[in-house]
């Protein structure tokens, strides 16, 4: 049995004249120690699929329907109680921005100490012991002194180790990241995620890295999720969307890597943007974008099916996969 | 085809373009801006047209006779039928004269918030534009400034004056005094405000590129940089009005504001309260009312307006 | 720490400087003193021999050296009325304003903090509704009004409770005459002190709201959500704290308006303190009484908005002060 999995996860946002929909019939499963990679433009539902998985949507949002099974039982119907003996506890989030996650006015050692207290029947000085141990597990040098520290006395990439740190208090099932490395220094970020596919290999925990970058994808997870406009359009093993990647917005986003560019050209940028929720064509929301688009792209929401090694949500996939050009843009 | 509809009746006049914004939306949405934007205007225009609406002129002494005064308003028995809310101390009518009053209270509100945003504004851009021990010099006096209460600064300085010139001649200029305490005492406000839209707005390209063009500071701060900050300035002004009502009444309660030969709405509220004892409760709970409720609606028109335009307002 | 206490300290003697010499000014300025000495029958060359003698013809400095020394040894005149100490004077007075301070900042505290932060968890409840609807409201009503109102219908309608003085007090030490020990006190003092409180109230419960709910939207209460940790737990522990570093700088603000605003209640309650004897004073061109009001009033701004930037330096741990003192 998979540890996570969601059916038809709508989420909606009601604004103040109209209700729109940021997620639309999601579903994807995790197996036990899995690392899944959530990859997308700013605004595809990356984030928001992240939250719900918690059931921590705030107003306007809510989880319209579907399904989050999480060890058999479902999130979405979960009472306050049960709610919280989840979060933090079975499944933890490390948050975008570590500058601003930690409680300014709380020391470290307070804000690691009540998690534990929360779940466990602990004492303060046993509570305070797990944390040391944990602090060292992400390298925190003199731990002992972090503790009686404010967030603000800290570097930001201390600050995201600490974070680390309290997702794994508990040895949850499930860590989830968003975008854990984005508000860091460049030079810290390679050593934050090195770090997270370390603990998450030697505790054998789940990961789902929400993430636009798909170099970092692709050292971190083992399978991924193309996200756009709240859909999944692509899904499968990391390798093969890497390697071989079906959708036309897929490709595009590989194209665009600086790695894929010879020196000296430009960078191949899909045209336009990614619509609003608001504004989300008919049909494919790709297609006022995509060069492949046909009439039946601009009328039918295409389903998901499996293509070869992947799930693909394109009607002309396969037309697509004979076209020549496809073959130039990957040479 | 005449000329008529070639100039297309399509192009929206300023008031109509205000009336389809979002601001225009949300006010028609919401009944209570609404109702309070009617009252307010109500009393403003009842107010500013005084000497045509008020059956009596409460500034003219051959027109009071003391004989009439605490005549209860028309609803309670005892009452005259030519004074409809009834007669105050000196037997004015209090229908006219509160008329006058609002109009003097709304009078001095305005003026002494246009003086504070004028202070407010021209320290705040040179502060912000200038920057460094200038800057930094006049936000500590903004500091100070606003440390000590509005009130506090009006009251001591309202009492000193009034002591040094005797009470004939500072009732004669009392307008203009409290227009000038209030005015000078609430700059900061708007300082700080103005700042630190300045700040965020000199690191922007555009400022650069006028700068770059050769327009002198002057021109960039009042062009370029002031229109960004019209939002927050509108709605601290709308809660500045009300307080400067507040203020004024405050004043004109304890005797160093307006005398009651010329009475604003706080110095007749000041006039009945001795009367209160006595059953005349009317002479104080009117004008009590009307001020209430003008304030009332200019705060609520200021609680819509900051939730329309949310600006990032300097908080202390 | 030390660097920061002093630069306090400093601005606080600064600003108490610039404030004696507007005292000083008004002093020089406001009512002659011979006359009040001496009347007006009295010869020119007598008049200017006595000048000399009090040292009116002295230079400004030398005049303003001599009212500065003699302020800070706690000699700021002779009421002219009292012809008592004017310091004595207001130090008498001093304690009914204050108990009244204190009774105003109980309500305010005891009321504004529960009804913010519920107002600011439950936003759309019918009760935080009443309450925003009421703070607004509360925030028209000028002080005087909310006082002469209470009077009339508490005191003149109902007679509930009396409507002036300050009824059976207990002296407790020096001055300090107390309402808080008798019933008939407690029954003096509870229409003035909501009456302080009315206009204060509100404010703090609209401000207290604005910066809880800020708060509740931060990354960090999120976190804490995430974290699975108690709910109750996010509000007090997690929330009010951030809620109320903002809220005490304003408070600090507004205890100056509220010595203000005791002026106002006091009139209307003819309750004996500071405020009414001032008022008194500005009648009677009682220039010392009222100079050393100003200075009495000034020093107590001062030293409130010291003790509240200290206290705000304590309490945030974000704030450096070892660094701030640079």
């Known amino acids: 049995m998979s540890l996570l999995s969601v059916r038809d996860l709508t989420v909606k946002f009601a604004m103040r004249d109209q209700t729109v929909t940021a997620l639309n019939g999601i ?12 990859v997308g433009e700013s605004g595809a539902g990356k984030s928001i699929t992240g939250f719900s ?66 779940h466990r029947k602990l004492s ?108 999944i359009i692509e899904a499968g093993r990391t390798r093969e969307i890497i390697n071989d990647p079906q959708h036309p917005y897929t490709q595009g986003l590989i194209n665009a890597l600086p790695q894929q560019t010879v020196p000296g050209q430009r960078l191949k940028q899909i045209p336009g943007n990614m619509p609003g929720l608001a504004s989300i064509p008919a049909g494919c929301a790709f297609n006022p974008r995509c060069k492949y688009a046909t009439d039946l792209c601009r009328s039918r929401v295409p389903e998901i099916v499996q293509y070869g090694e992947v799930a693909v949500a394109c009607h002309e996939v396969q037309r697509l996969h004979s076209d020549e050009d496809r073959q130039e843009a990957r040479a | 085809m005449s000329t008529e509809t070639l100039n297309p009746k399509s192009e929206p006049s300023r008031w109509s373009k205000i009336w389809n914004s979002n601001m225009g939306y949300s006010f028609r949405r919401n009944p209570v801006a609404v109702l309070s934007m009617i009252v ?83 320290i705040g851009l040179i502060a912000g534009y200038v920057g460094g021990r200038l800057d930094s010099l006049l936000m500590r006096l903004a500091d100070i400034q606003l440390s000590f209460s509005t009130l506090m600064v009006a009251i001591i300085f309202l009492a000193v004056t009034q002591a040094m010139f005797g009470t004939d001649t500072f009732n004669k200029y009392a307008v203009v005094f409290l227009i000038a305490v209030i005015g000078v005492a609430e700059w900061p406000q708007y300082a700080r405000t103005v700042r630190a839209t300045v700040l965020a707005e000199k690191k922007k390209e555009y400022v650069d590129s006028a700068r770059v063009l050769g327009f002198g500071p002057m021109r960039i701060m009042v062009r370029h940089i002031l ?51 006595s059953g005349s409760w009317w002479i104080t709970a009117i004008p009590g009312v009307v001020l209430v409720v003008l304030v009332l609606v200019i705060n609520l028109l200021g609680d819509w307006m900051r939730d329309v335009l949310n600006p990032k307002l300097y908080k202390g | 720490m030390f660097a920061y206490l002093a630069k306090r300290v400093i601005q606080a003697i600064a600003v108490m400087f610039v404030i004696s010499l507007i005292a000083f000014a008004i002093q020089g300025n406001l009512g002659d003193p011979l006359r009040e000495l001496v009347g007006q029958s009295v010869s020119e060359e007598v008049r200017q021999q006595l000048r000399d003698e009090m040292g009116l013809n002295d230079s400004f400095v030398t005049q303003y050296l001599r009212f500065a020394g003699n302020a800070l040894q706690g000699d700021l005149g002779t009421s002219y009325f009292f012809k008592e100490p004017a310091l004595d004077v207001i130090l008498k007075k001093l304690p009914a304003t204050l108990e009244l301070v204190f009774g105003a900042t109980l309500i305010i505290v005891g009321f504004s903090v529960p009804l913010g932060i519920y107002t600011a968890i439950k936003p759309d409840s019918i009760l935080s509704r009443i309450i925003m609807g009421l703070s607004i409201v509360g925030i028209s009503i000028p002080v005087f009004l909310t006082a002469i109102l209470m009077i009339f219908v508490f005191s003149v309608e109902y007679g509930w409770f009396p409507s002036y003085g300050r009824g059976d007090t207990v002296h407790v030490w020096g001055y300090w005459e107390t309402n808080f020990a008798t019933a008939d006190g407690w029954m003096h003092i509870i229409l003035p002190s909501i009456a302080l409180a009315s206009i204060m109230l509100p404010l703090f419960v609209r401000l207290i709201r604005a910066e809880m709910m800020e708060v509740l939207q931060s990354e960090y209460v999120k976190y804490a959500k995430a974290k699975g940790i108690n709910p109750w737990r996010i509000y007090f522990v997690h929330a009010l704290k951030n809620t109320l570093l903002p809220v005490i700088t304003v408070g ?69 002060i070892a660094r701030m003192g640079a």
């Open chain 2, 227 to 277: 229109p960004n900050s019209l939002s927050p300035i509108f709605v601290i002004s709308t809660v500045q009005v009300a307080n400067a009502i507040i203020s004024e009444a405050s004043l004109s309660f304890l005797g160093l504001g307006m005398p009651p030969s010329q009475p604003s709405l706080g110095s007749l509220i000041s006039s009945g309260f001795d009367y209160i004892f």
């Open chain 1, 53 to 118: 998985l918690m059931n921590l949507l705030s107003r306007p949002g809510y989880i319209d329907s579907g399904k989050i099974l999480f060890e058999g039982e479902d999130v979405v119907q979960m009472n306050d109680k049960r709610l919280r003996n989840l979060r933090g506890n079975r499944m933890a989030m490390i948050f975008q921005d570590p500058m601003v996650t930690l409680n300014p006015v709380l020391t470290i050692g307070q804000q690691m100490i009540e998690t534990l207290m929360a």
């Open chain 1, 27 to 38: 579903s994807f499963d995790l197996a036990k120690g899995e690392r899944l990679g959530i």
């Open chain 3, 252 to 320: 600090g603000v507004q205890i100056g308006t509220m010595v203000a605003y005791t002026i106002l209640t006091e009139t209307v309650f003819q309750w004996p303190g500071m405020g009414f004897m001032f008022l008194e004073a500005v009648n009677r061109v009682d220039t010392p009484l009222i100079v050393a009001y100003l200075i009495v009033v000034g020093f107590i701004f001062v030293v409130t908005n010291t003790i509240v930037d200290l206290i705000y330096g304590l309490v945030n741990p974000t704030v450096n």
């Open chain 1, 124 to 231: 303060r000085e046993e509570a305070r012991q797990i944390a040391i141990v944990k602090l060292r597990e992400v390298y925190i040098p003199s731990p002992e002194e972090r503790l009686e520290q404010y967030p603000h006395e800290l570097s930001g990439g201390m600050r995201q180790r600490i974070i680390i740190a309290i997702a794994l208090l508990l040895d949850p099932q499930l860590i989830i990241a968003d975008e854990p490395t984005t508000a860091l220094d460049v030079t810290i970020q390679a050593d934050i995620m090195e770090l997270m596919l370390e603990l998450c290999q030697s505790n054998q925990v789940g990961l789902i890295l929400i993430t636009h970058d798909l170099g970092v994808v692709s050292q971190m997870t083992e399978r991924t999720l193309v996200m756009y406009a709240g859909r």
């Open chain 2, 40 to 122: 307010f205007l109500l009393i403003a225009l009842a107010s500013f047209l005084a000497p045509v609406i008020a059956p009596y002129d409460p500034y003219d002494p051959a027109q009071i006779d003391i004989m009439n005064s605490e005549y209860p308003p028309a609803w309670v028995s005892g009452s005259l039928p030519e004074f409809v809310l009834g007669t105050d101390d000196q037997g004015r009518d209090l229908w006219s004269t509160i008329l006058y009053g609002t109009r003097l209270s709304l009078l001095i509100g305005i003026c002494a918030v246009a003086l504070q945003a004028f202070l407010g504004i021209s």
